[in-house]
C-alpha cells in the first residue's frame, strides 16, 4: 500500500498534532503515512487575525493543497476551521479531543485575581478579552501574535505580565509547566471545538474511509455540536462567542425521561457520589455565552439534550437552531456581530 500523505501546517504545534494523527492512522490502517509541511498565510503574515480575515487563514492553503492533490489528508486544529462548507472536501475523522479549557501563562506563577490592578495580559482572541474584561475590569488587554515559545518569551520578557492560551496546544508540546491557572469550562466556555482536531480528506476518495478508523464518537459528537452552533451563529474569530459541550451520564438526570431534545435537566448525584451509579453518557450539556467585548453584558443559555438527538448532523442542526433563537431572544444580536441574528 502507498504511504498516505498527510499535509499539516510547519508550526511546532501542528506538526506535534499531526505526528500524534499519522501514529493513530499507521497503527489503525497499517499504512506508512508521510509528513507534507505547507506555509499558510497565517504563517507568513503580520497583523490580528481579524485583520487577516480570521483564523481561515491558516487553513485555506492547507485546503488548497488537498484539492490539488499534494496530499491525502490534512489536519486542522477545529477551533480554526471555518465552519462553511467546502466543495470537494469533508471532515472524515476527529480523533480524542484534548482539554478544551482555556490556561493563564502569567509571570511569578500568579492566578489572574492575584495579578496587580493594571496588569498586562496578551491574546489574539476578542472572545477572550472579553471574558479577561468580565472577571478583571481593570486589565490592559492587548492583542498579540506569535506561536506559543513566542507568546511565553513575552511573558519572561517582562513585556506582558501573562498571556492566556489553550490547555491543549501547551500540552501537546510539552509546555503545560507554564499554566498559572486553568479556567472551568462552564463558566469559562471555550472557542467551538477547542482542543480537538478535524482531519480533512476529499469528498469520495478511498482514503476516507481509512481516515474514518480514528474517530472518537464522543469527542466527534460534542466537538460537532459545538460547531453546529457556531455555523449558525455565523460568528466568526472576530466575534466574542464561547460555546462549550460535554456528556453526561444517565445518574445525572433526576430521572433519565427528563433529558429530551430540548429540556434542561437539573443534576442530582454523579458516579463519584452517594446514590450514583456510573453509566454511559444519555445527554449533552451544552452552553453557549455571547459577550459585549467590554466584558460588561453576556447573554448565557445553557440546555441538556438527549444524546441521541445530536448523534447527527441533522440532529445537531436542530440543537443549534433552539440554542441560537434562545440566545437571540435574549439579545445576544446587541451584543456582538452575528451574521446569524438576521434569519
Given amino acids: 500500500m502507498t ?6 501546517r510547519a508550526s511546532l504545534l ?48 492547507l485546503r488548497d493543497a488537498l484539492l490539488r492533490g499534494d496530499c491525502d489528508l490534512v489536519v486542522h486544529s477545529m477551533k480554526d476551521l ?18 478544551a479549557r482555556d ?14 490592578r493594571g496588569a498586562r495580559i496578551g491574546t489574539g482572541s476578542p472572545r477572550r478579552v472579553a471574558q479577561l474584561l468580565r472577571r478583571r475590569p481593570d486589565l490592559q488587554v492587548v492583542g498579540i501574535r506569535g506561536n506559543v515559545d513566542t507568546r511565553l518569551r513575552k511573558v519572561d520578557d517582562a ?4 498571556i492566556v492560551l489553550a490547555e491543549a496546544g ?27 482536531l478535524a482531519v480533512e480528506v476529499r469528498e469520495g476518495d478511498a482514503v476516507g474511509d481509512a481516515v474514518a478508523r480514528i474517530t472518537h464518537a464522543d469527542s466527534a459528537e460534542v466537538a460537532l455540536l459545538e460547531r453546529a452552533v457556531l455555523r449558525r451563529l455565523e460568528a466568526g474569530c472576530a466575534a466574542p462567542v464561547g460555546i462549550g459541550a460535554r456528556h453526561v451520564p ?16 437539573k443534576s442530582t448525584s454523579g458516579p463519584d457520589e452517594p446514590g ?19 466584558g460588561g453584558r453576556t447573554v448565557r443559555v445553557e440546555r441538556t439534550f438527549a444524546r441521541a438527538t445530536v448523534a447527527d448532523d441533522e440532529g445537531r442542526a436542530d440543537a443549534a437552531d433552539a440554542v441560537v433563537a434562545e440566545l437571540l431572544e435574549a439579545g445576544a444580536g446587541d451584543l456582538a456581530d452575528l451574521a446569524g441574528s438576521g434569519r
Fill in 170 to 196: 501547551l500540552t501537546r508540546i510539552g509546555r503545560a509547566g507554564r499554566i498559572t491557572e486553568l479556567f472551568a469550562g462552564d463558566s469559562w466556555p471555550t472557542s467551538a471545538g477547542q482542543g480537538a
Fill in 82 to 99: 471555518p465552519t462553511g462548507d467546502v466543495s470537494g472536501l469533508r471532515i472524515a475523522a476527529v480523533p480524542p479531543r484534548a482539554s
Fill in 3 to 8: 504511504a498516505l500523505r498527510l499535509g499539516t
Fill in 276 to 294: 450514583g451509579i456510573a453509566s454511559a453518557p444519555a445527554g449533552v450539556v451544552l452552553v453557549a455565552e455571547v459577550y459585549a467585548l467590554d
Fill in 250 to 265: 444517565a445518574a445525572a438526570a433526576t430521572h433519565p425521561s427528563q433529558i429530551t431534545g430540548t429540556d434542561a435537566v
Fill in 159 to 162: 513585556e506582558f505580565d501573562g
Fill in 14 to 61: 501542528a506538526t506535534t498534532q499531526s505526528s500524534h494523527v499519522a501514529d493513530a492512522l499507521r497503527a489503525a490502517t497499517g499504512r506508512d503515512v508521510e509528513i507534507v509541511p505547507i506555509t499558510t498565510a497565517g504563517d507568513v503574515l503580520t497583523g490580528s487575525l481579524a485583520q487577516l480575515g480570521g483564523t481561515g487563514v491558516f487553513v485555506a492553503a
Fill in 103 to 116: 490556561a493563564l501563562c502569567a509571570r511569578d506563577g500568579l492566578s489572574l485575581d492575584a495579578l496587580p
